[in-house]
């Protein structure tokens, strides 16, 4: 979908989210990174969005250690979202945003309200590790990223709800002294008990963009919810099948006005994903809406087209100057007053 076949702009609304994997202004060489906006940019450009959710903006000290996004600078640079309100999540401190890792929306309109959200309604987990041979046994519960909540004002007078995630990855998490290297395990019980642990985190972080999903619901019954971005899972897992809500799910019809409905169970199975993972296609970015907005008419597209291979690309000599995720984008025909 681009923008050359799209209708005006006020009969319109687009919704992208991309996993720009690591951008970075220090990592590598400037040149690698000047390379890297040049695949990039045309991407973010070609979405054509009026929304924009990107995960994976990394963010580096400057005087004071005041930390500045300036890879996503030099991205947007020259682009429409240049001009763009912006919010970005912070780091786990409240202070400014992380080194990596940052979640930033970009929007046409300004924006109503933000605020990032980090254990404000789930706590940090609470747990020991079993097979843990150093001491303390404790897991760190905090969560690596929030939620990045955004109310943009849409013209016509509603307002879109946009929730911008990027969910704990499988890697198992770290079990004290069960760790030879960086991706070396002692026992296949510590590996083990570290992919469980991950999975905890994750769910857990779907479990809060649930509850905030719900506390919307409670003050707006039919609001408009876009929830959007790399949900380390595929749509019939723990973390997306959480958010959802489905009425298959809750057993209960009277719920299903509360459900999110994912918009790429329209587009054909073999074109159906965002990662290339060891020769395999997975569905990991989703966008979830709620009835009311998929009650616009959305239609979907995956640019997934020339995507790498997370895998085998990735220890290439020369590796990939895009992003092994694939930016999702979605249309959707606002009613006429």
């Not at 000047?34 to 450009?45: G, K, S, T, Y």
């Not at 999903?213 to 959007?228: N, S």
Request: hydrophobic share 45%.
């Amino acid at each position: 979908m681009s923008a050359d076949d799209t209708p005006p702009r006020d009969a319109r609304l687009r919704i992208a989210t991309f996993n720009l994997e690591n951008l970075d202004e220090t990592a590598g060489t400037r040149a690698f990174l000047a390379q890297r906006l040049e695949v990039l940019r045309p991407q973010i450009v070609a979405l054509d969005a009026d929304i924009l959710c990107l995960q994976e903006v990394s963010a580096h000290g400057k005087g004071h250690h005041h930390r500045a996004m300036e890879a996503l600078d030099h991205l947007l640079a020259g682009t429409p979202y240049a001009a763009y309100a912006r919010f970005g999540s912070t780091g786990p401190g409240g202070h400014g945003p992380a080194d990596v890792h940052n979640l930033v929306t970009l929007s046409r309109w300004a924006f109503a309200r933000t605020r990032d959200i980090r254990h404000a309604l789930v706590p940090p987990l609470t747990y020991a590790a079993i097979t843990a041979t150093q001491q303390p046994a404790a897991i760190d519960g905090h969560f690596d990223r929030p939620l990045l909540y955004t109310v943009v004002p849409l013209p016509g007078g509603r307002v879109l709800h946009v929730v911008n995630l990027h969910l704990r990855s499988p890697l198992a998490a770290v079990i004290p002294g069960q760790k030879q290297s960086g991706l070396t395990w002692r026992s296949v019980t510590g590996w083990a008990e570290g992919y469980f642990v991950a999975a905890l985190k994750r769910n857990a972080q779907a479990l809060e963009a649930r509850l905030l999903v719900d506390q919307i619901f409670d003050a707006e019954p039919e609001a408009l919810i876009a929830v959007c971005g790399d949900f380390n899972a595929e749509t019939r897992e723990v973390p997306v099948r959480t958010i959802m809500g489905a009425a298959d799910d809750t057993g209960n019809p009277v719920l299903a006005a509360r459900s999110l409905i994912a918009l790429e169970q329209e587009i054909p199975r073999e074109r159906r994903f965002s990662v290339r993972h060891a020769g395999a296609t997975v569905l990991l970015d989703h966008v979830l809406v709620s009835q009311g907005l998929a009650a616009w008419n959305p239609r979907l597209a995956i640019d997934n087209t020339a995507l790498a291979d997370e895998i085998f690309d990735a220890t290439a000599e020369q590796p990939p100057l895009g992003s092994f995720h694939a930016p999702l984008v979605a249309e959707f025909s606002p009613p006429t007053r």
